[in-house]
C-alpha cells in the first residue's frame, strides 16, 4: 500500500511563498504521475498542479499559472509545490495524490490511486 504524507503547510501572509512537500514510500515511485489537489472549506476538492511520470512535464490549473511549480525527486521520493505570490484565495488543505504509470487529465481525483491526508494552507489577507 502506497503511503503519501505531506508536510510544510502553515500560515503565510497574502503575497507570500510557501513550499509543501509529500514523502513516498513505494521503491516505483519513479512510475507515478504525481499530482497536487486542494480543498477549502464548503467547497469541491480541485486540482491544482500535477507533473507526469515519464517526462517530466508539469501540469497547472489557470488559477496557479505562473505563481506554482511542482517539482519531484525520483531518487529522495519526493514531490513538492512551490507556491510563490499567495492569495488569500489559496487557503485550502492540500492533498498529494499518485497514479500508477497514469498518462491522461491528470485533474481527474478518480484518475489517481494513493491520496495523502492533507496539510493546512492559510493565506491571509
Known amino acids: 500500500q502506497e503511503q503519501l504524507v505531506e508536510s510544510g503547510g502553515g500560515l503565510v501572509q497574502a503575497g507570500g511563498s510557501l513550499r509543501v512537500s509529500c514523502a513516498a514510500s513505494?521503491?516505483?515511485?519513479?512510475?507515478?504521475?504525481l499530482g497536487w489537489f486542494r480543498q477549502a472549506p464548503g467547497s469541491e476538492r480541485e486540482f491544482v498542479a500535477a507533473?507526469?511520470?515519464?517526462?517530466?512535464?508539469?501540469y497547472y490549473a489557470d488559477s496557479v499559472k505562473g505563481r506554482f511549480t511542482i517539482s519531484r525527486d525520483n531518487a529522495k521520493k519526493m514531490v513538492y509545490l512551490q507556491m510563490n505570490s499567495l492569495k488569500p484565495e489559496d487557503t485550502a488543505v492540500y492533498y498529494c495524490?499518485?497514479?500508477?504509470?497514469?498518462?491522461?487529465?491528470?485533474?481527474?481525483?478518480?484518475?489517481?490511486?494513493?491520496w495523502g491526508q492533507g496539510t493546512q494552507v492559510t493565506v491571509s489577507s
Open positions: 507533473i507526469s511520470w515519464s517526462d517530466g512535464a508539469t
Open positions: 495524490a499518485a497514479a500508477y504509470r497514469f498518462s491522461g487529465d491528470y485533474s481527474l481525483g478518480h484518475n489517481y490511486h494513493y
Open positions: 513505494r521503491l516505483t515511485f519513479s512510475s507515478y504521475a
